[in-house]
């Protein structure tokens, strides 16, 4: 067992902290750029939809370069093409610069999250332990990121990209100076083929069922999280402070509330009734006319989606017979599909139906989720792959 690293895992907590602030930063910037640059709401949601289809395409290939080269050389890359990216979209001038700009944005996250958790876990206590805290370093991320972006974004949409690019600056030099090089697995069968390796679990179908559900999942998260400061038309700050509130119940549900759940239930019960909030939350913007309770529903179904990520991921690696790189590399490109379509498509509904047919969507497609979710015993591994693990 590799040893317990304190100083080492919380620096990763900071860099995981920094990285997902640049996915919220845009949050409350999207009804300026849209005013400023003239773009139509589907265009300025493809700030959202390029970064995550990048980043979700780019998993895989991320993690088998980790598995090739290192995960510290691949993660401190990402950090520094994320340093790049976000400084060039500070000085884009169109909305199809920006799209660019933050695809290669994405392609930089891509190489820090497909590497991020597996270092965590290798210098953490245990598997639960490293979890929690990557999932905390998320929903802080999530909820600082809209307050940058507001706060900034009152003087200029451009002024919150440079700031993050000085933080992602910051993040690639404490990795590099204060991080090890975690010690690497012995490789196996299972990790000297990367590219089979992940072909072979995405053929799992335990796996996939739950990488499945939580695509579902993760398309109304981003429902709620890239469409909703259009919908609301509220000021940067206002938005800023809306997505901090979000943010903070996403982190406390993540960090607290799934770990207090799991002594009483299973990972399966807890993902279904979180789920099931989620999905009554977004009808509720759905149905509702009243601005505040919109509101209410919003920073609250934060506690659901941190309790659904946290046990979404423990669960995926425990029910996956893979090393934990293969397993993080197919998750996350499986379920952050769900994420890239659901922003340009709400923005496509919202033009074409009404402003709030987004969440109707959103509730259909966890409704579909919660009825897929399997809730058996873990199933046996086929023989043909227990081969390859083994």
């Known amino acids: 067992m590799e040893p317990y690293s304190k100083k080492s895992l919380y620096v990763m907590a900071a860099a995981t902290f920094l990285a997902f602030m640049g996915i919220g930063v845009v949050d409350p910037l999207l009804p300026i750029i849209a005013k400023q640059i003239g773009a139509r709401h589907w265009e300025v949601e493809m700030l959202f939809t390029a970064y995550i289809f990048t980043m979700a395409f780019m998993m895989l290939p991320a993690g088998i370069a980790a598995n090739r080269f290192g995960e510290k050389p691949v993660l401190t890359s990402g950090l520094f093409v994320v340093c790049l990216a976000s400084l060039f979209c500070a000085l884009a001038h169109s909305i199809v610069e920006l799209s660019w700009f933050r695809a290669a944005w994405g392609l930089g996250n891509a190489m820090f999250f497909a590497c991020a958790m597996t270092i965590m876990i290798r210098f953490s206590r245990s598997v639960t332990e490293a979890i929690g805290l990557f999932e905390a370093a998320v929903g802080l991320g999530m909820a600082v990121g809209p307050l940058l972006g507001g706060v900034l974004g009152e003087a200029s949409w451009r002024y919150p990209f440079a700031a993050t690019s000085l933080l992602a600056a910051l993040a690639c030099l404490c990795v590099w100076r204060f991080v090890k090089p975690p010690v690497q697995e012995k490789k196996s069968a299972a990790t000297s083929h990367g590219s089979k390796d992940l072909l072979v679990l995405l053929r799992y179908r335990p796996f996939l069922r739950v990488a499945l559900v939580s695509m579902l999942y993760y398309y109304a998260f981003f429902t709620v999280l890239a469409y909703s400061p259009l919908f609301l038309q509220l000021s940067a700050m206002e938005l800023g402070w809306v997505f901090f509130g979000w943010g903070m119940m996403l982190a406390a549900g993540s ?104 969440y109707l969507a959103a509730f259909l497609v966890l409704a579909i989720g919660i009825v897929s979710l399997d809730r058996s015993p873990k199933a046996v591994l086929p023989e043909w792959a227990e081969k390859i693990a083994n």
């Open 255 to 358: 960090a607290k509330l799934s770990h207090m759940l799991e002594r009483k239930f299973s990972s399966v019960q807890i993902i279904s009734g979180a789920l099931l909030l989620f999905a009554l939350s977004v009808s509720g913007i759905y149905f509702s006319q009243d601005k505040a309770l919109q509101l209410a529903l919003i920073i609250a179904s934060g506690l659901f989606c941190g309790v659904s990520n946290s046990l979404f991921t423990t669960y995926t690696m425990e029910l996956s017979p893979y090393p934990r790189n293969i397993t993080s590399s197919a998750y996350n490109f499986v379920r952050w599909l769900g994420a890239g379509l659901a922003p340009v498509t709400a923005g496509i509904m919202a033009e074409n139906i009404t402003p709030a047919a987004p």
